[in-house]
T-cell receptor, first 114, second 112 residues
Framework: DTGVSQNPRHKITKRGQNVTFRCDPISEHNRLYWYRQTLGQGPEFLTYFQNEAQLEKSRLLSDRFSAERPKGSFSTLEIQRTEQGDSAMYLC????????????FGEGSWLTVV | AQTVTQSQPEMSVQEAETVTLSCTYDTSESNYYLFWYKQPPSRQMILVIRQEAYKQQNATENRFSVNFQKAAKSFSLKISDSQLGDTAMYFCAFGNNNDMRFGAGTRLTVKP
C-alpha cells in the first residue's frame, strides 16, 4: 500500500493556461475527494466520487474546474483558463467503508498562477 | 449544511505539558464521525484520532484523547506530555458517508 499519490507536486503556470492534476487513491478505496487549501486555512471541499460517479460538487467548483474518475480508479482535476485566485494546494484523499470513513490524504499539488 | 468551528487560531504549550484544542460543529444528522487531523509545516495531513458519534466512550490514542459531548456538539482534543514534534496545524473535521468538512485549524506550537 503506497498511500494516496498526487502529481505533479508543484506546478507554476501563467494566467489563462490550463492545468491538470492527477490523483491515484489507495487501491482498495472506492471514494475519492478533492479539496483546495490556501495558506493558513483548512481544506475546502471541492468534489467527491464514489467509484466513477461524481456524487457531489461544491459551489467553489466553477465551470472552469472539471474532475473525472474514469473506471473508478485514478482521478484528474483540470482547471481551465487559470486565474491568480486559483493559486492553492489541491489535496486529494480517499476512503472506503473498510477504512471506517476515515479519509487518507495525499501530499497535495501546489499550484502557483503567475 | 454541516459546519465546523475552531475558535482558537493559535495556541502554545510548554514541552511535557498538556494542551486542549477546542472544536464545535453543527449538524442535524445522527450518524457521523469526528476527526482530528494534524498537518506539520509543509508536510502531509495525517489522522490523529477519530470518534464515531454513536459511541459514548471517548476515543484515546496514546497521548491524544478527545472529549466528545454530543448534546453540546463539542469535540475537543487533549494532547498530554506535549512533544516538539506535535508542533503543527490541527484540523477538526466532521464526516458522514458522503464527505468531510474541516474547521479553519489551530496552529499549535510546542515550546522547549
Amino acid at each position: 500500500d503506497t498511500g494516496v499519490s498526487q502529481n505533479p507536486r508543484h506546478k507554476i503556470t501563467k494566467r489563462g493556461q490550463n492545468v491538470t492534476f492527477r490523483c491515484d487513491p489507495i487501491s482498495e478505496h472506492n471514494r475519492l475527494y478533492w479539496y483546495r487549501q490556501t495558506l493558513g486555512q483548512g481544506p475546502e471541499f471541492l468534489t467527491y466520487f464514489q467509484n466513477e460517479a461524481q456524487l457531489e460538487k461544491s459551489r467553489l467548483l466553477s465551470d472552469r474546474f472539471s474532475a473525472e474518475r474514469p473506471k473508478g480508479s485514478f482521478s484528474t482535476l483540470e482547471i481551465q483558463r487559470t486565474e491568480q485566485g486559483d493559486s492553492a494546494m489541491y489535496l486529494c484523499a480517499s476512503s472506503s467503508m473498510s477504512s471506517g470513513n476515515t479519509i487518507y490524504f495525499g501530499e497535495g499539488s501546489w499550484l502557483t498562477v503567475v | 449544511a454541516q459546519t465546523v468551528t475552531q475558535s482558537q487560531p493559535e495556541m502554545s504549550v510548554q514541552e511535557a505539558e498538556t494542551v486542549t484544542l477546542s472544536c464545535t460543529y453543527d449538524t442535524s444528522e445522527s450518524n457521523y464521525y469526528l476527526f482530528w487531523y494534524k498537518q506539520p509545516p509543509s508536510r502531509q495531513m495525517i489522522l490523529v484520532i477519530r470518534q464515531e458519534a454513536y459511541k459514548q466512550q471517548n476515543a484515546t490514542e496514546n497521548r491524544f484523547s478527545v472529549n466528545f459531548q454530543k448534546a453540546a456538539k463539542s469535540f475537543s482534543l487533549k494532547i498530554s506530555d506535549s512533544q516538539l514534534g506535535d508542533t503543527a496545524m490541527y484540523f477538526c473535521a466532521f464526516g458522514n458517508n458522503n464527505d468531510m468538512r474541516f474547521g479553519a485549524g489551530t496552529r499549535l506550537t510546542v515550546k522547549p
